[in-house]
């Protein structure tokens, strides 16, 4: 659905008048296009003290040909910010960096990017190491509100052995820097090991993959299949029998194979990889998109909604992630990346059985995870905020404009802005990253 309120302030007369009376001003961000630079502009690039990570991490920067700066130069506009706190022990350590990236801030250029790499709280061998790392979060989130012109802020957080130039943490890093974290903003990721590998083709990173979709009829799963498909994965499309003239309509699009399966089928997992084999040869990555509403207050809420929303949402996943984990056809490597939903994270009036849904989605990745990492996989979620697809335009209008402006970014999400989150999640650069929650919202927890 078009946001043409948007369109209108973006340029012209509609951004002056809007900047008169005090409306929101939401930008038209910058998407990923093939080709596209990586920043919009220089990078500055800063570190704590004698931060090791910063040098070691410039090298790489330089490696992508980005323009590199360690100092910034007077009123020189900045296509991203990159600030590497790895070595903070105390909050003390947060001032200087930070308060040097603060005199850069009027210099980002729209759509820009700010980045911090950190370290994990949990693993904070003392209080004051604690807070500091923790102490980060909170600034980042509060910047992030802060950024305007489409810029967005975002952190990575290192675990485990994970290091500033770990494979996953440079996915991570051009995942954030690029368009295709438009909708992103005041997330972390957290790295937990050293896995991974960044594809010899930044614009085909999912190059050999079989991918399996759910739900891919339309909306956010036709654009999921889209985009793996442009990343150069071979495509299943999954379905009900009642969709299948769209889903073969996408299937056509995307060059795969398309499946009619109801996934709350007790066989569904089996049908799945037997197809995935049969057609491909190989299953590496499950996208779990299929999903329903049965909105209704819990107080007139009766045992049909509150089960067919449990049993498609949740249960259905279980059920083929067991078979999936049981299956020694998707033992190498293997990727399954979760839908989840914001309402599963802060709730939302009317959706008691969705939020119970997608929370259950949020916990069943984090509780899968232990067991595809001994085969080196990994599984991980997206939740996504308000998304432009045909459930909201039925909103209200005026409760859409209202949750469509409530979030940093003042505008809804474009299905492909979710595609993108996913297609980085399940590509092996992100093979460090298991276990996580990418909210795609633009900083808000208002949607479905």
Known sequence: MTDKYTQFVSQGIGKD??????????????????????????????????????????????????????????KEKLGAIIVVLDDVEHPDDLGGPVLTAAQSLRDLVPCARVVTISRTSASAASPAVAAGRQGVDGLLRSLAKELRAGATANGILLGGSAGTTSPSTLGALRFFLSGRSAFVDGQFLTVTTGAGQLPADADKPLNGKVAVVTGAARGIGAAIARTLYRDGARLVVVDIPAAGDHLAAVANEVHGTALQLDITAENAGKRIIDHAMERHGGLDIVIHNAGITRDRLLANMDESRWNSVIGVNIASQLRINEALLESKRFSKAPRIVSVASTSGIAGNRGQTNYAASKGGVIGMVRATAPLLAEGGGSINAVAPGFIETDMTARIPFATREVARRLNSLQQGGQPGDVAEAIAFLASDAAAGISGEVLRVCGQNLVGA
């Open 17 to 74: 008048l809007a900047k008169k009376l005090g409306l929101p001003q939401p930008a038209v961000l910058r998407r990923y296009k093939a080709g596209e630079p990586l920043a919009p502009g220089p990078v500055l690039l800063l570190g704590n003290g004698n931060a090791s990570g910063a040098d070691e991490l410039a090298a790489a920067l330089l490696g992508w040909g980005l323009d590199v700066r360690r100092n910034a130069l007077p």
